[in-house]
């Protein structure tokens, strides 16, 4: 049986794409059947690891790729490198750990929030990228169709679930108890990475009930890694350096966010 059409049953692609080259690659080497077998077969799982990224990115519906190698840490040196280079390795969602990120808006959060799930994307988890208003449109709608049960089965099956901006809009007692529905299904069996401008004295106010906020709090914070950046903002640090605005030209909410340190 020729060489293609054994390569086409055994489903070895990436390597029938490529046969050609890897043989002449062993010929110039002079390799040796063994070194030969090994080139070619890690041709073949290259391919299919990097077909598996290119899947799990498009599942995990980023709205942009951000990467660690591009975040700036010396404009925010509030953040410890040395513990984000620890979250890099995965560990977290190995062990089924939440990662939290807070901060005033425009200082990285969400960058970072992308940035460790390119990295789970690329250890081989499957991700999911949801901000907390479209989190809780799907929840809601799930809820009002009577289909709640298999939403929440949905939302907990990705190994780690990212929630962004929650606390810029504040949530309806349903969307609060759905929330803490989604966090307590997932406590203990994946990992959360959540991104919020507000402390935790504050999310009582955000979820519309003291209560609820403890609970969702004490789940998601039992195993977990807080990242506090205090810091300014990049979109607005750069329209100074441009010189198209200065702080007597931002809205008070925006003056408050340049002053923070």
């Known amino acids: 049986m020729e060489l293609q059409n054994l390569l086409t049953k055994l489903k070895l692609d990436h390597l029938e794409a490529r046969i050609d080259a890897v043989c002449e690659q062993a010929a110039q080497q002079q390799a040796d059947y063994k070194t030969f077998l090994s080139q070619a077969l890690a041709t073949e799982w290259q391919g299919r690891y990097q077909r598996g990224i290119e899947a799990r990115l498009r599942q995990a519906r980023f709205p942009w790729i951000k990467t660690l190698e591009q975040f700036d840490f010396d404009f925010q040196p509030s953040i410890d490198r040395r513990q984000v280079r620890e979250l890099a390795g995965m560990s977290f969602a190995e062990r089924a750990h939440n990662v939290v990120v807070l901060g ?98 504050d999310w009582g106010e955000t979820f519309n009930d003291p209560v609820i906020a403890t609970a969702i709090l004490d789940r998601l914070l039992h195993y977990s890694t807080t990242l506090n950046i205090k810091g300014e903002s990049y979109r607005l640090k750069e329209k100074r350096r441009a010189g198209l605005l200065g702080r007597t030209d931002l809205a008070p909410a925006e003056q408050e966010v340049l002053s923070q340190d």
């Open 104 to 201: 005033p808006p425009g200082v990285g959060k969400t960058h970072l929030a992308i940035a460790l799930g390119v990295k789970a994307v690329e250890a081989g988890y499957s991700v999911l990228f949801l901000t907390l208003e479209s989190l809780m449109s799907r929840l809601v709608k799930a809820f009002h169709e009577n289909r709640l049960e298999r939403s929440l089965q949905q939302l907990v099956y990705p190994k780690v679930l990212i929630v962004d901006e929650i606390g810029y809009l504040p949530l309806s007692q349903l969307e609060a108890s759905l929330f803490f529905r989604l966090v307590a299904r997932r406590y203990e069996r994946a990992s959360m990475i959540v991104t919020s401008n507000k402390s935790f004295l």
